[in-house]
């Protein structure tokens, strides 16, 4: 299964057009697809650090630019290296990258 986020979802969206930020000011193109991977488990169903980090919630418009952040991002991002049915999340992530560590992270780890 895959679920697909996007920063023009909903009420969020000042304007449908690509590149006119919502009220956040994160980009209307930034977009993300996700699948549970391998353990077909669903590693964002809880809160983490405090962050609410469900794909429904994305793009994640109050997640800090800190360690903490960073490191639950890190910790979502399946790994083949860590064996074929470890844990974490598959994502492809496009459009425009907002700034800060935790995107500068999602954005290297899922292409």
């Given at each position: 299964m895959y679920e697909m986020g996007t920063g023009n979802s909903g009420t969020r969206t000042t304007?449908?057009?690509?590149?006119?930020?919502?009220?956040?000011?994160?980009?209307?193109?930034?977009?993300?697809?996700?699948?549970?991977?391998?353990?077909?488990?669903?590693?964002?169903?809880?809160?983490?650090?405090?962050f609410n980090l469900t794909e429904g919630q994305f793009p994640w418009p109050t997640l800090p630019d800190n360690d903490q952040a960073v490191a639950m991002i890190l910790m979502l991002i399946y790994d083949p290296t860590n064996g074929t049915v470890s844990t974490g999340q598959v994502y492809r992530t496009g459009g425009s990258k907002p700034a800060g560590r935790p995107y500068d992270c999602l954005f290297a780890g899922s292409k």
């Amino acid at each position: 299964m895959y679920e697909m986020g996007t920063g023009n979802s909903g009420t969020r969206t000042t304007s449908g057009f690509p590149g006119n930020p919502n009220q956040d000011g994160l980009p209307a193109d930034l977009w993300i697809m996700v699948s549970a991977g391998p353990d077909h488990i669903d590693d964002t169903s809880a809160g983490r650090g405090g962050f609410n980090l469900t794909e429904g919630q994305f793009p994640w418009p109050t997640l800090p630019d800190n360690d903490q952040a960073v490191a639950m991002i890190l910790m979502l991002i399946y790994d083949p290296t860590n064996g074929t049915v470890s844990t974490g999340q598959v994502y492809r992530t496009g459009g425009s990258k907002p700034a800060g560590r935790p995107y500068d992270c999602l954005f290297a780890g899922s292409k």
